[in-house]
């Protein structure tokens, strides 16, 4: 994994490090301030790592999804076919967030929804009155990244409607001086309005499946990579159900997944990793039969396998067919109980060169999320006082602390990930700070245990059912579906194709490559 940082003095570090299953390891940083980072610069700093570690050791790089860090990836690839390469998918999905957060129609629920935080929290009154509220928890709770806080807010919001409402029909808060407030009015005028909230429980019904892939690629505990390719599919496919097929409705959102995955998350080892995920192959009705999953199967095969190829696609046929060990009842029944490499090792032996290979790729992440966290921890060690450390030194001091601190955590395991992207503080403030009042702080063991379930098994996300939607956790909506308030396009309308952005090859229906 790698990715590129600035200190304090400006210079400009990359950071490397390893993921296997049994953990991730910090190797060493390259401080870059003195070259040129073009493709060719960072090539060849990928090509000593990846020596320094053994070729055969590596299965493939996630890195920066920079121009330049693509370019050097691609060039990676072609010195060395067996490796591949692939951006963060936590950036990746970070960004999708992003861009549906900046519609004008979310911007302006979410403009709608921090006024109702905004009044609550900066008014001790209203506060203490909610409080006392059977069941109450508290409304605010910061996010696992900066774009997904938006909709996390949303939904805390939403579970609140029925206490919210409560509040400004009651007679303490009409009695209340609070009630004359200049701003009373455009509380009362949210929170009595059913269109906000029917709108906030469709806009978090959209995103739901993002954030819980996002939960998943951003762990470090468990490999992520075999869940990637399933689960922006079943995004879309939400999506289109949210808004009952209708694709002047959904087009607007589809097409932003559409666009950042086919520039930046679409290869072919995300192909391969699902056709090798038990959970989803053997899934036949929900299988994704295009061809491009196939296509990007075979050319995994092709640059991985160098002898032997007959055997390996007869032993291939073994797995396709669910004959042989794969065919065992066990091996039926726990499909979706066990992670898919620790499946392929306890029921592989009937193919056992598939098997190594695809315990390899399931074995993968999918994102550099652990390459990020370590900055804190130069941040730390290179502090204002300590800024005149050389950085050999500096990469030392890095290299204990951050892989002692590697060792903790999975001694530990008290905490799967970090709960909260730090950066996004000052994000979240713009639910809760009015002026220059203090708002209430949030324990975060609190948060994460009442919003994020356990998963451990990240299987059960993504398959509980065909809508990607899962059992008790999306958000109700009351009444009637009404989409009236969502704009609509043209879909008549042409749009410039992407597909030439695709790690996959042609594909000329790209738009419905998931329906």
């Given amino acids: 994994?790698?990715?590129?940082?600035?200190?304090?003095r400006n210079r400009q570090l990359i950071n490397f490090l390893v993921y296997s299953p049994k953990g991730v390891t910090f190797v060493r940083s390259v401080d870059a301030s003195d070259v040129i980072k073009d493709a060719k610069t960072l090539c060849n700093l990928f090509i000593e790592l990846v020596e320094f570690v053994g070729v055969n050791n590596v299965v493939h790089l996630v890195k920066d999804n920079?121009?330049?860090?693509?370019?050097?990836?691609?060039?990676?690839n072609e010195k060395f076919p067996s490796i591949y390469w692939s951006p963060c998918a936590a950036h990746c999905l970070n960004l999708i967030l992003g861009d549906i957060g900046k519609m004008d129609h979310v911007s302006t629920l979410a403009k709608s929804a921090s006024d109702i935080t905004k009044f609550v929290y900066n008014h001790g009154f209203l506060l203490a009155w909610l409080r006392k509220r059977r069941g109450w928890k508290e409304i605010i709770r910061p996010g696992a990244t900066r774009f997904a806080t938006t909709f996390i807010a949303l939904k805390s919001i939403h579970e609140h409607k029925h206490d919210l409402q409560a509040l400004v029909t009651s007679k303490d808060f009409i009695d209340s001086r609070y009630y004359r407030d200049r701003k009373a009015n455009r509380f009362v005028e949210v929170v009595m309005d059913n269109r906000f909230w029917n709108d906030c429980a469709i806009i978090v019904n959209i995103v739901a499946p993002l954030i819980r892939l996002l939960r998943i690629?951003?762990?470090d505990d468990r490999p992520s990579l075999p869940y990637v390719y399933d689960g922006m599919r079943r995004a879309r496919k939400t999506i289109k159900s949210v808004f009952m097929n209708k694709k002047s409705l959904y087009k607007p959102y589809t097409r932003v997944i559409k666009q950042r995955w086919d520039k930046q998350l679409r290869t072919k080892l995300h192909c391969a990793a699902y056709f090798l995920n038990p959970a989803f192959y053997y899934d036949k009705d929900n299988f994704c039969i295009k061809?491009?999953?196939?296509?990007?199967?075979?050319?995994?095969l092709q640059a991985k396998v160098t002898t032997r190829k007959t055997e390996f696609f007869k032993q291939s046929c073994i797995y396709h067919d669910k004959v042989g060990s794969f065919g065992n009842t066990m091996a039926i029944e726990?499909?979706?109980h066990l992670r898919p490499d620790q499946w392929w090792s306890q029921f592989g032996f009937s193919a056992p060169m598939v098997s190594q290979l695809a315990i390899q790729i399931l074995s993968q992440t999918a994102s550099s999320s652990g390459c990020e966290r370590n900055w804190s921890v130069f941040e730390r060690i290179h502090t204002a006082k300590r800024n005149k450390l050389e950085h050999k030194r500096l990469n030392y001091l890095v290299y204990v602390h951050y892989n002692l601190g590697l060792k903790n955590r999975a001694i530990n395991k008290r905490r799967a990930l970090d709960p909260v992207d730090y950066e996004s503080m000052e994000n979240i403030e713009f639910w809760i700070i009015e002026e220059e009042e203090e708002a209430t702080l949030i324990d975060y063991d609190e948060?994460?245990?009442?919003?994020?379930?356990?998963?451990s098994n990240p299987i059960y996300d993504l398959t509980k059912d065909d809508e990607g939607i899962v059992e008790e956790r999306n958000v109700t909506i009351d009444g009637e579906l009404n989409l009236d308030s969502f704009p609509q396009e043209d879909v008549d309308t042409p749009t410039t194709s992407l597909t030439g952005n695709v790690n996959l090859g042609s594909n000329e229906d790209n738009d419905t490559w998931m329906n």
Wanted: hydrophobic fraction near 50%.
């Fill in 1 to 8: 994994m790698a990715d590129g940082w600035q200190d304090q």
């Fill in 66 to 76: 920079a121009a330049n860090y693509k370019a050097a990836g691609a060039m990676l």
């Fill in 217 to 219: 690629v951003d762990a």
């Fill in 291 to 300: 061809p491009e999953v196939q296509q990007g199967w075979l050319d995994v």
């Fill in 334 to 336: 726990t499909v979706k």
């Fill in 447 to 455: 948060i994460e245990k009442m919003f994020y379930h356990d998963l």
